[in-house]
Nanobody
Framework: QVQLVESGGGLVQPGGSLRLSCAAS????????MAWYRQAPGKERELVAV???????NYADSVKGRFTISRDNAKNTVYLQMNSLKPEDTAVYYC???????????????WGQGTQVTVSS
């Protein structure tokens, strides 16, 4: 019913930039928070940034000042602008959205398929 489709990953040199996009589609009534997570090899998935529908945007300490999360509510899309990339940012990045499918219905978390970001010279 709901799909999250990510794009924008790839290979970039240290100090470079990438912009990830994630578009939600399907029978969506309302999207609450949208977020980006990442998972590096051998590590647990971690929160990178979260953008609520209202309220304060939060970032992991490791990306503060370098990454920016933004939303286009008209397009049901969330972006992650990543600047000054470091090798330790290498991971699979996942989009997450908390979505209501109907008015007064419960909200559920949905995930994208993941997009690989590799920072290497």
């Amino acid at each position: 019913q709901v799909q999250l489709v990510e794009s924008g990953g790839g290979l970039v040199q240290p100090g470079g930039s990438l912009r990830l996009s994630c578009a939600a589609s399907g029978s969506i009534f309302n999207i609450n928070a949208m977020a980006w997570y990442r998972q590096a090899p051998g590590k647990e998935r971690e929160l990178v940034a979260v953008r609520p529908s209202v309220g304060i945007t939060n970032y992991a300490d490791s990306v503060k000042g370098r990454f920016t999360i933004s939303r286009d509510n008209a397009k049901n899309t969330v972006y992650l602008q990543m600047n000054s990339l470091k090798p330790e940012d290498t991971a699979v990045y996942y989009c997450n959205a908390n979505i209501n499918l109907r008015w007064m219905g419960p909200s559920n978390d949905y995930w994208g398929q993941g997009t690989q970001v590799t920072v290497s010279s």
